[in-house]
């Protein structure tokens, strides 16, 4: 028995030194382990369920504000553990034992001004492009769907504006020119003094079934930056969604280009859904970004498969990022020129986020006459590619020009609200080499003015070494006294070169003495184009903020059929909580104070 016993406590004694001996070892190489782990720290791919997630939000490029939103560990991580899974920012920080990884925003966006305010008496014409683009508008609320305010030079009022259907009476089916023109004057929500013009362009609609053949060229970039789920997956559900509006007699060809291109499908006519959309689900994204050389291949394609008296055009799917052959944008504007003149028109559907170029893609659609279109979601994709699909390729005027002419007598000052990007000289209106934009069947397009009448306190001192001129009663009453402007356009028709004119009054009578008493496209159109000025932070509506504007949309909803006004009311809703809180303005200190007061 004792024996026994003493052999049992030598084993035991034995068991205990070996695991010790190897739960040293065990301690030794987690420590090694960790050392090298904290060496390839930025290496590591965050696990898909993160502990805490840590954000930096650019406020207004300017400033970065760190926010923590404490989420419950999953069970594989000790407690108190931090790893961050990618969010939804652009600019971002993966934390994990104090070390990072950036991720690089290299998005672009073509810089520009807002227009400012002008003397009737020194500039008194204003002249413009039209622009049917929507692309602004679905970035903007991706920016803010993913919690954050977007860049202000992403945001373009007459984009956001035009984004929206508005109910403007159809032109005649008698009438000459294929759209109708509509003004109305009414006061401005955000200073009772001055006065908000409202232009409104309807293009004539035009079915489906009518349309001619169109000969389309689908260009996807399948490059390794387009494999997210948000960039090449989406580009092939939505293409798939344009495939079924086609009919028998159209054709598509799929061309794409990576480190190379890629002739994958033929032109193939519509009817032939199952081939086009096998063609599609192939498409995997790998390597490098030969726009150049895609576009190329792309209207050689387009060439190839012309269609006499049809719609041929080159449809961009990708996200800008450029980085073989020609990248330079001049180049590439001139490449897309010489093909618009040839008869291809060139559109663009832009997809990304961090790395997007923008300023590419809105500039390559302008300058191959078709439109820019942002495609953040498939309920994007639905909108532009079905319930606007005659819109998007059916063009009923190409270079329409705008050219207001302020009256001096009535107006004061004057300020178009957007198109910045779209301004044009005075002797361009009527030089018919000058490009502008195209107008699609259906399409609608809104442009806002804000005056300041002649009996009002303007924004410009008047120069004191000018001669001012007055202008008396009599005379107000000889030069028109009842135009507020007179109103100008040119356009072409399709494949014609020479424009047509369209002139037209804008008169007093036209005044409503309160944007509550206007119609209710007017209200919502003012409602967005103010919300556009808040974001980019304008001081040219005063303190109207998204309290007024919220008012101002809610009264103007109207049938909403596909619910996309009262979308905007809940980005309006999102943008309120995501700006920077403003302190509140304090009073001034009273003058036996010797205290100073921070304004």
């Known amino acids: 028995m004792l024996i026994g016993t003493c052999i049992l406590s030598i084993y035991l004694s034995g068991c205990s030194s070996s695991n010790r001996i190897e739960s040293q070892n065990h301690a030794k190489a987690d420590a090694a382990s960790s050392v090298q782990s904290k060496e390839k720290i930025a290496e590591l791919p965050a696990p898909k369920s993160p502990s805490k997630l840590m954000m930096l939000q650019s406020v207004n490029n300017t400033k970065a504000e760190a926010a923590m939103i404490t989420i419950a560990p999953p069970p594989y991580l000790a407690p108190g553990e931090m790893v961050v899974s990618p969010p939804l920012l652009s ?20 810089k520009f001004q807002e227009n400012s305010w002008k003397l009737v008496s020194e500039d008194p014409v204003s002249t413009f492009s039209a622009d049917v683009d929507t692309g602004s508008y679905a970035n903007v609320r991706r920016f803010i769907q993913q919690g954050q305010l977007p860049s202000p030079d992403a945001v373009r009022a007459e984009e956001l504006v035009n984004y929206f259907a508005y109910d403007y009476a159809l032109p005649d089916k008698d009438q000459a020119h294929p759209f109708s023109v509509h003004t109305q004057l009414s006061s401005s929500p955000w200073n009772a003094s001055r006065q ?47 495939v079924s509006q086609l009919r028998a007699q159209d054709r598509v060809s799929l061309v794409t280009y990576a480190n190379g291109t890629n002739v994958v499908l033929p032109a193939t006519a519509g009817d032939q859904k199952s081939k086009i959309n096998l063609a599609i689900d192939q498409l995997t994204a790998s390597g490098g970004t030969n726009g150049e050389a895609g576009i190329k291949l792309a209207y050689a394609q387009a060439h190839a498969a012309r269609i006499p008296g049809g719609i041929d055009r080159v449809l961009l799917a990708t996200d800008g990022d450029l980085n073989i052959g020609v990248t330079n944008d001049s180049d590439l504007k001139a490449l897309v020129e010489r093909e618009r003149k040839a008869g291809i028109s060139l559109s663009t559907l832009g997809v990304g986020n961090d790395n997007y170029n923008e300023a590419l893609m809105k500039k390559m659609a302008d300058n191959g006459d078709g439109s820019y279109h942002y495609l953040d979601s498939i309920q994007e994709a639905h909108k532009v590619l079905v319930n606007e699909y005659t819109s998007t390729l059916a063009t009923i005027a190409q270079d329409l020009k705008l050219q207001v002419e302020f009256n001096p007598a009535l107006v004061k000052e004057y300020r178009l609200i957007g198109y910045e990007l779209r301004a044009l000289s005075r002797e361009q209106f009527n030089d018919d080499k000058v490009d502008a934009g195209d107008i699609g069947a259906g399409h609608t397009v809104t442009a806002l003015y804000e005056i300041v009448p002649i009996a009002s306190k303007g924004n410009i001192d008047p120069l004191r070494y000018q001669a001012t001129k007055t202008v008396s009663k009599t005379q107000r009453k000889d030069s028109n006294s009842d135009e507020i402007a007179w109103l100008k356009l040119r356009y072409k028709t399709p494949s014609q070169h020479q424009s047509q004119l369209i002139e037209t009054p804008i008169k007093q009578d036209s005044l409503v003495s309160n944007i509550k008493a206007a119609d209710q496209d007017f209200r919502f159109a003012t409602a967005v184009a103010a919300w556009a000025q808040w974001l980019r932070g304008s001081s040219l509506i005063a303190e ?56």
Do not use: C, W
Not at 211 to 229: I, Q, T, Y
Not at 544 to 552: E, M, R, S, V, Y
Not at 570 to 597: D, G, I, M, Y
């Open 196 to 242: 908000l013009l409202r232009i409104a362009i309807k293009g004539k609609d035009i079915a489906k079934e009518t349309l001619p053949a169109a000969n389309l060229v689908f260009l996807v970039d399948v490059s390794g930056s387009m494999s997210p789920a948000e960039r090449l997956p989406l580009l092939r559900t939505s293409l798939k969604l344009l």
């Open 91 to 110: 600019k971002q920080k993966y934390i994990t034992d104090s070390a990072y990884i950036p991720v690089q925003d290299t998005a672009k966006y073509q």
């Open 544 to 599: 109207f903020g998204p309290k007024d504007i919220l008012a101002l949309a809610n009264s103007a909803r109207g049938d909403d059929r596909f619910g996309h006004r009262a979308e905007f009311i809940r980005l309006v809703e999102l943008s309120a909580a995501l700006h920077p809180v403003q302190r509140p303005r304090t009073k001034k200190a009273k003058p036996e104070s010797s205290e100073t007061v921070s304004p």
